[in-house]
Protein backbone atom coordinates (compact mmCIF):
# COMPACT_ATOMS: atom_id res chain seq x y z
CA UNK A 1 0.00 0.00 0.00
CA UNK A 2 2.97 2.38 0.92
CA UNK A 3 4.51 1.75 -2.22
CA UNK A 4 1.26 2.47 -4.42
CA UNK A 5 0.84 5.37 -2.33
CA UNK A 6 4.76 6.77 -2.99
CA UNK A 7 4.73 5.47 -6.82
CA UNK A 8 1.49 8.16 -6.75
CA UNK A 9 3.51 10.76 -5.33
CA UNK A 10 6.29 10.20 -7.64
CA UNK A 11 3.81 10.31 -10.70
CA UNK A 12 2.36 13.60 -9.57
CA UNK A 13 5.74 15.48 -8.43
CA UNK A 14 7.25 14.66 -12.03
CA UNK A 15 3.82 15.89 -14.12
CA UNK A 16 4.28 19.24 -11.94
CA UNK A 17 7.91 19.26 -12.65
CA UNK A 18 6.85 18.60 -16.59
CA UNK A 19 3.84 21.43 -16.35
CA UNK A 20 6.68 24.02 -14.96
CA UNK A 21 9.30 23.26 -17.61
CA UNK A 22 6.27 23.10 -20.00
CA UNK A 23 5.25 26.57 -19.34
CA UNK A 24 8.22 28.50 -18.66
CA UNK A 25 9.48 27.22 -22.33
CA UNK A 26 6.62 28.36 -23.43
CA UNK A 27 6.17 31.70 -22.22
CA UNK A 28 9.91 32.34 -23.20
CA UNK A 29 9.19 31.63 -26.79
CA UNK A 30 5.98 33.17 -26.71
CA UNK A 31 7.86 36.80 -25.42
CA UNK A 32 10.78 36.00 -27.80
CA UNK A 33 8.17 35.56 -30.47
CA UNK A 34 6.67 38.60 -29.61
CA UNK A 35 9.28 40.63 -29.05
CA UNK A 36 10.49 39.62 -32.74
CA UNK A 37 7.23 40.54 -34.38
CA UNK A 38 7.15 44.19 -32.39
CA UNK A 39 10.75 44.56 -33.77
CA UNK A 40 9.77 43.30 -37.45
CA UNK A 41 6.02 45.66 -37.14
CA UNK A 42 8.73 48.93 -36.13
CA UNK A 43 10.72 48.33 -38.86
CA UNK A 44 8.39 47.81 -41.99
CA UNK A 45 6.60 50.61 -40.97
CA UNK A 46 9.12 53.36 -41.21
CA UNK A 47 10.41 51.35 -44.08
CA UNK A 48 7.02 51.39 -45.52
CA UNK A 49 6.61 55.51 -44.88
CA UNK A 50 10.19 56.55 -45.70
CA UNK A 51 8.90 54.64 -49.55
CA UNK A 52 5.93 56.75 -49.43
CA UNK A 53 7.86 59.82 -48.29
CA UNK A 54 10.56 59.40 -51.14
CA UNK A 55 7.50 58.57 -53.52
CA UNK A 56 5.75 61.59 -53.03
CA UNK A 57 8.73 63.93 -52.99
CA UNK A 58 9.78 62.26 -56.87
CA UNK A 59 6.37 62.92 -58.01
CA UNK A 60 6.33 66.92 -57.03
CA UNK A 61 9.17 69.56 -57.85
CA UNK A 62 12.73 68.54 -57.16
CA UNK A 63 13.62 71.09 -55.01
CA UNK A 64 14.34 71.22 -51.10
CA UNK A 65 11.55 73.09 -50.32
CA UNK A 66 8.94 70.89 -51.89
CA UNK A 67 10.91 67.82 -50.09
CA UNK A 68 10.20 69.69 -46.32
CA UNK A 69 6.99 70.24 -46.74
CA UNK A 70 6.25 66.83 -47.47
CA UNK A 71 7.95 65.28 -44.42
CA UNK A 72 6.77 68.44 -42.37
CA UNK A 73 3.06 68.16 -43.39
CA UNK A 74 2.94 64.30 -42.65
CA UNK A 75 4.63 64.87 -39.35
CA UNK A 76 1.63 66.94 -38.35
CA UNK A 77 -1.06 64.74 -39.47
CA UNK A 78 0.68 61.89 -38.05
CA UNK A 79 1.21 63.47 -34.44
CA UNK A 80 -2.50 64.85 -34.81
CA UNK A 81 -3.59 61.24 -34.91
CA UNK A 82 -0.83 59.22 -32.67
CA UNK A 83 0.56 62.15 -30.49
CA UNK A 84 4.17 62.07 -30.22
CA UNK A 85 6.76 59.54 -32.05
CA UNK A 86 6.37 60.82 -35.39
CA UNK A 87 8.67 64.10 -35.25
CA UNK A 88 10.35 65.50 -38.66
CA UNK A 89 13.50 63.85 -37.12
CA UNK A 90 11.65 60.33 -37.34
CA UNK A 91 10.62 60.46 -40.82
CA UNK A 92 13.45 61.56 -41.90
CA UNK A 93 15.33 58.56 -40.72
CA UNK A 94 12.54 56.91 -42.12
CA UNK A 95 13.48 57.87 -45.35
CA UNK A 96 17.13 57.82 -45.13
CA UNK A 97 15.95 54.08 -44.18
CA UNK A 98 14.37 52.72 -47.09
CA UNK A 99 17.43 54.63 -49.18
CA UNK A 100 19.86 52.97 -47.33
CA UNK A 101 17.99 49.09 -46.81
CA UNK A 102 15.44 49.43 -49.96
CA UNK A 103 17.12 45.86 -51.75
CA UNK A 104 16.00 44.16 -49.00
CA UNK A 105 12.42 43.73 -49.49
CA UNK A 106 10.36 42.45 -52.07
CA UNK A 107 7.69 44.14 -53.80
CA UNK A 108 5.65 41.44 -53.28
CA UNK A 109 6.46 41.73 -49.33
CA UNK A 110 6.03 45.60 -49.05
CA UNK A 111 2.77 45.25 -51.01
CA UNK A 112 1.34 42.49 -48.53
CA UNK A 113 2.49 44.84 -45.39
CA UNK A 114 1.92 48.32 -46.46
CA UNK A 115 -1.16 48.32 -48.99
CA UNK A 116 -3.14 44.76 -48.44
CA UNK A 117 -2.11 44.87 -44.70
CA UNK A 118 -2.17 40.91 -44.76
CA UNK A 119 -1.44 38.89 -41.57
CA UNK A 120 0.37 36.00 -44.36
CA UNK A 121 3.65 38.60 -44.85
CA UNK A 122 5.34 37.51 -41.41
CA UNK A 123 5.52 34.09 -42.81
CA UNK A 124 7.53 35.44 -44.82
CA UNK A 125 9.74 36.75 -41.96
CA UNK A 126 9.87 33.45 -40.25
CA UNK A 127 12.18 31.72 -42.92
CA UNK A 128 14.80 34.62 -43.66
CA UNK A 129 15.02 38.08 -41.49
CA UNK A 130 15.78 41.08 -43.33
CA UNK A 131 16.17 42.96 -40.98
CA UNK A 132 18.87 41.54 -38.05
CA UNK A 133 18.50 44.25 -35.34
CA UNK A 134 15.96 46.81 -33.94
CA UNK A 135 15.31 50.82 -35.12
CA UNK A 136 17.82 52.06 -32.59
CA UNK A 137 20.50 49.99 -33.73
CA UNK A 138 19.66 51.03 -37.23
CA UNK A 139 19.56 54.83 -36.58
CA UNK A 140 23.68 54.10 -35.46
CA UNK A 141 24.41 52.16 -38.75
CA UNK A 142 22.60 54.32 -40.94
CA UNK A 143 25.56 56.68 -40.22
CA UNK A 144 28.42 54.93 -41.31
CA UNK A 145 28.64 55.49 -45.22
CA UNK A 146 30.98 53.14 -45.68
CA UNK A 147 29.22 50.08 -46.79
CA UNK A 148 30.81 47.17 -45.69
CA UNK A 149 31.79 49.03 -42.40
CA UNK A 150 28.19 48.99 -42.10
CA UNK A 151 27.13 45.75 -43.09
CA UNK A 152 29.79 44.29 -40.58
CA UNK A 153 28.60 46.47 -37.32
CA UNK A 154 24.83 45.14 -38.26
CA UNK A 155 25.82 41.31 -38.41
CA UNK A 156 27.98 41.51 -35.23
CA UNK A 157 25.29 43.37 -33.77
CA UNK A 158 23.28 40.45 -34.44
CA UNK A 159 25.63 38.21 -33.85
CA UNK A 160 26.66 38.98 -30.17
CA UNK A 161 24.07 40.71 -28.96
CA UNK A 162 25.37 44.37 -28.41
CA UNK A 163 22.59 46.83 -27.71
CA UNK A 164 23.21 50.41 -29.32
CA UNK A 165 25.60 51.75 -26.29
CA UNK A 166 27.70 48.69 -26.94
CA UNK A 167 27.81 49.43 -30.64
CA UNK A 168 28.61 53.05 -30.56
CA UNK A 169 31.25 52.06 -28.08
CA UNK A 170 32.82 49.48 -31.08
CA UNK A 171 32.11 51.99 -33.74
CA UNK A 172 33.98 54.89 -31.92
CA UNK A 173 36.67 52.73 -30.94
CA UNK A 174 36.99 51.70 -34.89
CA UNK A 175 36.61 48.42 -34.26
CA UNK A 176 36.17 47.48 -38.12
CA UNK A 177 39.14 49.10 -38.99
CA UNK A 178 41.52 47.37 -36.01
CA UNK A 179 40.31 44.00 -37.45
CA UNK A 180 40.86 45.19 -40.64
CA UNK A 181 44.20 45.78 -40.87
CA UNK A 182 44.93 42.50 -39.12
CA UNK A 183 43.93 40.66 -41.79
CA UNK A 184 44.28 39.97 -45.65
CA UNK A 185 41.89 41.27 -48.72
CA UNK A 186 40.05 37.90 -48.28
CA UNK A 187 39.69 38.60 -44.91
CA UNK A 188 38.56 42.04 -45.21
CA UNK A 189 35.69 41.21 -48.34
CA UNK A 190 34.77 38.44 -45.35
CA UNK A 191 34.47 41.13 -42.69
CA UNK A 192 31.69 42.53 -44.39
CA UNK A 193 29.86 39.70 -45.25
CA UNK A 194 29.82 37.40 -41.92
CA UNK A 195 31.17 40.04 -39.20
CA UNK A 196 34.19 38.53 -36.88
CA UNK A 197 34.33 34.91 -37.43
CA UNK A 198 36.75 33.05 -35.77
CA UNK A 199 38.43 30.27 -37.14
CA UNK A 200 41.77 30.82 -36.77
CA UNK A 201 44.36 32.89 -34.27
CA UNK A 202 45.55 35.37 -36.51
CA UNK A 203 40.95 36.38 -35.98
CA UNK A 204 41.55 37.03 -32.21
CA UNK A 205 44.50 40.09 -33.37
CA UNK A 206 43.58 43.65 -33.03
CA UNK A 207 45.74 46.77 -34.40
CA UNK A 208 45.50 48.56 -31.90
CA UNK A 209 44.23 47.32 -28.74
CA UNK A 210 42.21 49.80 -27.35
CA UNK A 211 41.47 50.70 -23.58
CA UNK A 212 40.10 53.88 -23.07
CA UNK A 213 37.69 52.03 -20.92
CA UNK A 214 40.74 52.23 -18.14
CA UNK A 215 40.34 55.78 -17.65
CA UNK A 216 44.35 56.16 -17.61
CA UNK A 217 46.20 59.26 -18.75
CA UNK A 218 48.39 58.14 -21.84
CA UNK A 219 51.17 60.47 -20.80
CA UNK A 220 51.15 59.33 -17.17
CA UNK A 221 53.82 57.13 -15.61
CA UNK A 222 52.93 53.52 -14.58
CA UNK A 223 53.82 50.40 -14.72
CA UNK A 224 52.98 47.13 -15.58
CA UNK A 225 51.18 46.24 -12.42
CA UNK A 226 48.89 48.97 -12.67
CA UNK A 227 47.78 48.89 -16.28
CA UNK A 228 47.16 44.84 -14.71
CA UNK A 229 45.23 45.95 -11.85
CA UNK A 230 43.12 48.40 -13.92
CA UNK A 231 42.07 45.48 -16.51
CA UNK A 232 41.17 42.93 -13.80
CA UNK A 233 39.04 45.91 -12.33
CA UNK A 234 37.53 46.15 -15.30
CA UNK A 235 37.81 43.09 -16.43
CA UNK A 236 34.39 42.80 -17.85
CA UNK A 237 34.73 45.71 -20.17
CA UNK A 238 38.41 44.24 -21.38
CA UNK A 239 36.60 41.08 -22.43
CA UNK A 240 34.68 42.54 -24.69
CA UNK A 241 37.90 44.67 -25.87
CA UNK A 242 39.45 40.79 -26.86
CA UNK A 243 36.54 39.92 -28.46
CA UNK A 244 34.05 36.76 -29.04
CA UNK A 245 34.88 33.39 -27.39
CA UNK A 246 37.21 34.41 -24.17
CA UNK A 247 37.05 33.38 -20.45
CA UNK A 248 38.90 34.72 -17.46
CA UNK A 249 41.29 31.99 -16.26
CA UNK A 250 44.06 33.75 -13.93
CA UNK A 251 46.08 36.50 -13.30
CA UNK A 252 49.60 36.52 -12.45
CA UNK A 253 49.77 32.64 -13.12
CA UNK A 254 52.45 30.69 -11.57
CA UNK A 255 54.58 27.65 -13.17
CA UNK A 256 57.37 26.20 -12.02
CA UNK A 257 59.90 24.75 -14.34
CA UNK A 258 62.99 23.29 -12.74
CA UNK A 259 62.73 24.70 -9.54
CA UNK A 260 62.43 27.96 -10.99
CA UNK A 261 58.78 30.21 -10.95
CA UNK A 262 57.27 32.32 -13.65
CA UNK A 263 54.32 34.05 -14.25
CA UNK A 264 51.75 35.13 -17.03
CA UNK A 265 50.34 38.08 -16.62
CA UNK A 266 46.76 36.95 -18.08
CA UNK A 267 45.50 33.41 -18.77
CA UNK A 268 42.32 33.05 -20.86
CA UNK A 269 40.64 30.52 -22.68
CA UNK A 270 38.80 31.18 -25.99
CA UNK A 271 35.91 28.80 -26.00
CA UNK A 272 36.06 28.94 -30.07
CA UNK A 273 39.82 28.67 -30.76
CA UNK A 274 39.81 25.71 -27.68
CA UNK A 275 42.95 26.72 -26.45
CA UNK A 276 44.65 29.16 -24.17
CA UNK A 277 45.47 32.37 -24.77
CA UNK A 278 48.30 34.20 -22.48
CA UNK A 279 48.80 37.80 -22.44
CA UNK A 280 51.79 39.62 -21.48
CA UNK A 281 51.73 43.37 -20.57
CA UNK A 282 55.06 45.61 -21.58
CA UNK A 283 54.76 49.51 -20.98
CA UNK A 284 58.01 49.92 -22.37
CA UNK A 285 59.18 48.82 -26.24
CA UNK A 286 59.12 45.54 -27.09
CA UNK A 287 62.29 43.32 -27.09
CA UNK A 288 63.65 40.07 -28.14
CA UNK A 289 63.88 39.02 -24.57
CA UNK A 290 59.97 39.38 -24.42
CA UNK A 291 59.09 38.02 -27.22
CA UNK A 292 61.21 34.74 -25.60
CA UNK A 293 59.76 35.14 -22.69
CA UNK A 294 56.12 34.39 -24.42
CA UNK A 295 57.31 32.04 -26.31
CA UNK A 296 58.82 29.96 -23.48
CA UNK A 297 54.98 30.61 -21.46
CA UNK A 298 53.43 29.16 -24.75
CA UNK A 299 56.08 26.06 -25.08
CA UNK A 300 54.97 24.77 -21.47
CA UNK A 301 51.20 24.98 -21.98
CA UNK A 302 51.62 23.30 -24.99
CA UNK A 303 53.63 20.44 -23.45
CA UNK A 304 52.02 20.73 -19.77
CA UNK A 305 48.70 22.28 -19.55
CA UNK A 306 46.70 21.94 -22.57
CA UNK A 307 44.81 18.35 -23.37
CA UNK A 308 44.94 16.28 -26.02
CA UNK A 309 42.20 17.47 -28.35
CA UNK A 310 42.92 21.06 -28.21
CA UNK A 311 44.59 23.53 -30.34
CA UNK A 312 48.14 25.41 -29.95
CA UNK A 313 48.29 28.10 -27.42
CA UNK A 314 48.24 31.61 -28.47
CA UNK A 315 50.67 34.04 -27.27
CA UNK A 316 49.67 38.06 -26.96
CA UNK A 317 52.38 40.94 -25.96
CA UNK A 318 49.99 44.03 -25.64
CA UNK A 319 52.86 46.61 -25.53
CA UNK A 320 52.92 50.35 -26.10
CA UNK A 321 55.07 49.79 -28.67
CA UNK A 322 55.24 46.97 -31.24
CA UNK A 323 57.74 46.04 -33.75
CA UNK A 324 56.64 43.75 -36.58
CA UNK A 325 60.32 43.35 -37.89
CA UNK A 326 61.52 42.28 -34.55
CA UNK A 327 58.59 39.51 -33.94
CA UNK A 328 59.14 38.08 -37.60
CA UNK A 329 62.62 37.47 -37.13
CA UNK A 330 62.93 36.33 -33.44
CA UNK A 331 60.26 33.88 -33.86
CA UNK A 332 59.75 30.86 -36.23
CA UNK A 333 57.18 31.22 -39.28
CA UNK A 334 54.21 29.14 -37.36
CA UNK A 335 54.66 30.51 -33.97
CA UNK A 336 51.29 31.88 -32.02
CA UNK A 337 52.18 34.30 -30.88
CA UNK A 338 51.24 37.61 -31.82
CA UNK A 339 52.03 41.53 -30.68
CA UNK A 340 49.58 44.10 -30.58
CA UNK A 341 49.76 48.03 -29.67
CA UNK A 342 47.70 49.20 -26.59
CA UNK A 343 46.12 52.52 -26.93
CA UNK A 344 44.37 54.29 -23.93
CA UNK A 345 42.54 57.03 -25.73
CA UNK A 346 39.67 56.28 -29.06
CA UNK A 347 42.45 56.56 -31.98
CA UNK A 348 42.12 58.48 -34.63
CA UNK A 349 39.32 57.13 -36.58
CA UNK A 350 39.93 59.26 -39.99
CA UNK A 351 43.16 58.14 -39.89
CA UNK A 352 42.50 54.44 -39.16
CA UNK A 353 40.39 54.35 -42.58
CA UNK A 354 42.82 55.93 -44.31
CA UNK A 355 45.59 53.66 -43.59
CA UNK A 356 42.68 50.95 -44.61
CA UNK A 357 42.17 52.12 -47.80
CA UNK A 358 46.60 52.79 -48.94
CA UNK A 359 46.68 48.81 -47.57
CA UNK A 360 43.97 47.66 -49.90
CA UNK A 361 45.32 49.72 -52.60
CA UNK A 362 48.86 47.85 -52.12
CA UNK A 363 47.09 44.58 -52.08
CA UNK A 364 45.38 45.41 -55.51
CA UNK A 365 48.38 46.35 -57.15
Known amino acids: MRNNISTEITTVDAEIIKLCTDSVELIHYARNVA ?5 VLQIMT ?3 LGRWIVETQQMGQKRAKYGSKVIKTLSEELQKEFGKGFSQETLKNARKFYLTYKERISETVFTLFAVEKSKTVFGFFEDEQPFLVSWSHYIQLMRIENED ?5 EIESAKSGWGVRTLQRQYNSSLYERLALSRDKEGVLRLAKEGNVITKPEDIIKQPTVLEFLGMEEKAKYSETDLETALINKL ?3 LLELGKGYL ?5 KRFTYEEDNYYVDLVFYNRLLRCYVLVDLKVDKLTHQDIGQMQMYVNYYDRYEKLDDENPTIGILLCKEKNDALVEI ?3 KDANIYASEYKLYLPDKKLLQQKLKEWIAEEEE
Not at 248 to 252: G, I, M, P, V
Open 35 to 39: VKQVN
Open 330 to 332: TLP
Open 236 to 238: QKF
Open 248 to 252: FEARQ
Open 46 to 48: YYS
Open 149 to 153: ERSFY
